[in-house]
């Protein structure tokens, strides 16, 4: 679904995701003559205008069913419960009507373009291509929207609407000069649409041109911005939109090459082998055990761990040569954080199926939560070696590198995981990618993660001031600033993004435009210390040194305000890390007393307190342990195991009235969260 950055930039250009940008120019001018048109044009000038409407797109649009079945589809994959057999026959089948139904959709308009297109005047000729353009891009298909974009170029050669949505087709199908070409030809006939300025500077930039994309930068951060946000920007063409912030999903091996097909826009050959993959996958399949599995993932959903223990123990004894049995009782055992019985039922499963990987991922869970991560490592390897395709393996043994410290193996493994490219994520692999290459000041390798990650969720202004971050420390600034603005574009309201403007504008000596981006900053946060410093050297280098040494003078209080803040945390930290050395130590006096010191400096700490608590319950100390764990529940009210630690304390205490009620409100508190979860799924 994703090309890799190797090949060339993803163009983002202005929304014309299922139509709406172009609905929404060509609205005015034409949907006043569907009346006086034959009813097949009317026909695909309502799909048009139409899909501009963001309730339609939500409530009708047979693409939003889809991606609802494919959802659904995807989550049950994961089987983390058991009982997910039925929910994948079931969103195969909605996934089959979903396609039947966009397919008829998109047939309606090929039947209305057929039926009046021949006779039509060139201009609305022109817009019926277009809109049909649109609906194939939408759809996938994306040779038959280049042979209708053409089409309406030819017809209507003014339409730089049509330009910039062939060029996101170009790009897709990984054709970079041609898209540059159209967009060229774009920015020719619009050359103040400012988005067009970035986009064509930002392609161009990406192969080496850097004195046109210069140009094209001065346009874009130059030309009038309104102060409304603009969180819909840009627009990349993917069938299946990226999200910011999520965890990478990769499909099960068994079904990998169903999601290649997906991705390839084959929807009917991924259904096929979709249900190819799922008669032969351990959740779809039954046996004697399947009612007591049915029982137990009823209880799992409902948060009864216990009751969800003693049905997959009767599966067992029911069908102890069975694998899946043994992996639902270490999820239980996990959700319980019982990790050692959950890796040791984990192993259990894959010894009865190595071929199981779903078991081995589900252990390396299970080993990351016991903090084994040497181990994780190990098996991880050894889970690829058996499954070279496991994207998901390839991704938890970058992040367990990650975690213990080799950072060059934590990279090699998540670009490894990219080239898999999961359904959805790939953008959290990159910006993870960029910030471990950032960190080793490898700063080509983090521009080059970061962009593809603006590639892929182009209208996430954070990933835009991440890369412009990374430009400022190669001294590349019109590309920095180019980013910052595509940030501000998207989100005027954050203050950092003007004070990492105005920072370039003082380092190219441009000290009036410094100081008006610092108090664009001060607007909307007056307690910026790095804005007021920003504004204070501005106007001392614009000679205006009053008002310059008070803006110093307010940087300086907020600064030792800061510092003295910071130097209070890291005395805290410290108090905390030297207390968890101490306690891993079995040497509780000098645990509590180190805890206490940071109590002294953050006296209503909850996290303090409880571990101030438990450090005393190690101690034998129980009645002190009551009162700190007592007092971490005003912060902590909701965390079970606070709870259960306190009832702990109460049941060495011998008061047993108060332990049951402390353990009831851990279940209690542990099983909301897991019906919740369960609910979700």
Not at 212 to 229: G, I, K, M, Y
């Amino acid at each position: 679904m994703h090309e890799q950055s190797k090949r060339g930039p993803k163009l983002l250009i202005r929304p014309i995701n299922a139509g709406r940008e172009i609905a929404g120019k060509m609205a005015a001018d034409t949907i006043e003559r569907v009346l006086t048109v034959q009813p097949a044009v009317r026909y695909l000038l309502w799909i048009l205008a139409a899909l501009s409407t963001p309730a339609f797109a939500q409530a009708t649009s047979p693409k939003a069913e889809f991606l609802d079945a494919l959802g659904r589809f995807s989550l049950a994959l994961q089987g983390s419960y058991g009982d997910e057999g039925g929910g994948i026959r079931a969103a195969l089948d909605a996934l089959d009507r979903a396609r039947a139904s966009w397919d008829q959709m998109v047939g309606r308009s090929e039947t209305a373009m057929r039926a009046e297109v021949a006779g039509a005047a060139p201009p609305l000729a022109a817009r019926m291509h277009l809109a049909l353009g649109a609906v194939y891009v939408d759809r996938g298909r994306l040779a038959d929207a280049q042979r209708e974009l053409t089409a309406a170029t030819m017809l209507d050669p003014s339409r730089a609407d049509a330009l910039t949505l062939q060029a996101i087709v170009h790009q897709r199908l990984n054709e970079g000069p041609a898209a540059i070409a159209a967009l060229r030809r774009a920015h020719a006939i619009d050359p103040g649409n400012r988005t067009l300025s970035y986009t064509l500077g930002r392609a161009i930039g990406r192969g080496g041109a850097t004195n046109e994309a210069v140009s094209l930068f001065r346009q874009f951060r130059e030309a009038p911005l309104t102060a409304a946000a603009n969180p819909a920007a840009f627009f990349n063409g993917d069938v299946i939109e990226e999200k910011p912030g999520i965890e990478p999903f990769f499909p099960p091996v068994l079904y990998a090459q169903g999601f290649v097909k997906l991705q390839s826009g084959d929807f009917a050959a991924a259904a096929a082998a979709f249900r190819s993959a799922s008669a032969l996958d351990p959740l779809t399949k039954t046996g004697i055990e399947s009612g007591a599995i049915a029982q137990a993932a009823r209880a799992f959903r409902k948060g009864d761990l216990s009751e969800a223990r003693q049905r997959l123990n009767t599966a067992i004894e029911l069908a102890p040569d069975r694998a899946e049995p043994h992996r639902l009782l270490g999820l239980v055992h996990l959700a319980a954080r019982r990790d050692d019985d959950a890796a040791d039922a984990m192993r259990a499963a894959i010894r009865l199926d190595p071929r199981d990987e779903r078991a081995r991922l589900d252990l390396a869970d299970a080993l990351i939560a016991a903090g084994r991560l040497d181990e994780t490592a190990r098996h991880l390897t050894e889970t690829l070696a058996a499954f070279p395709a496991s994207g998901r393996a390839r991704y938890l043994l970058g992040l367990v590198n990650q975690r213990q410290g080799r950072y060059p193996q934590a990279r090699q493994e998540l670009t490894r995981a990219a080239t898999m490219k999961p359904l959805l994520g790939m953008n959290s692999i990159f910006q993870t990618i960029g910030a471990l290459a950032r960190s080793q000041q490898e700063y080509d390798a983090a521009i080059e993660a970061f962009s593809s990650r603006v590639d892929l969720v182009p209208n996430d202004p954070q990933a835009h001031r991440e890369l412009g971050d990374v430009y400022v420390r190669q001294g590349r600034h019109e590309e920095a600033l180019a980013e910052f603005m595509a940030s501000v574009m998207l989100d005027p309201s954050r203050p950092d993004t003007y004070t990492s403007i105005g920072q370039v504008h003082l380092r190219e000596s441009r000290f009036d435009a410094a100081a008006d981006a610092a108090r664009q900053a001060l607007t909307r946060d007056a307690m910026s210390k790095e804005a007021h410093y920003l504004l204070a050297t501005s106007l001392l280098r614009l000679g205006r040194e009053d008002e310059g040494r008070r803006e110093l003078e307010v940087y300086q209080r907020l600064q030792a305000e800061a510092t003295a803040a910071r130097t209070r945390q890291l005395e805290i930290e410290g108090y905390r890390r030297d207390a968890a050395i101490s306690a891993a130590n079995k040497d509780y006096e000098k645990a509590a007393a180190l805890l206490r010191q940071a109590l002294e400096r953050e006296p209503s700490s909850g996290p303090t307190h409880r571990d101030l608590g438990l450090t005393l319950l190690n101690a034998g100390r129980a009645a002190e342990a009551v009162e700190q764990l007592t007092a971490a529940l005003s912060s902590l009210a909701d965390d079970p195991d606070l709870h259960a630690s306190l009832a702990h304390a109460y049941e060495v205490l011998g008061r047993g009235a108060d332990s049951a009620r402390e353990q009831a409100i851990a279940n209690r508190l542990m099983q909301e969260a897991l019906r919740r979860n369960g609910a979700q799924r």
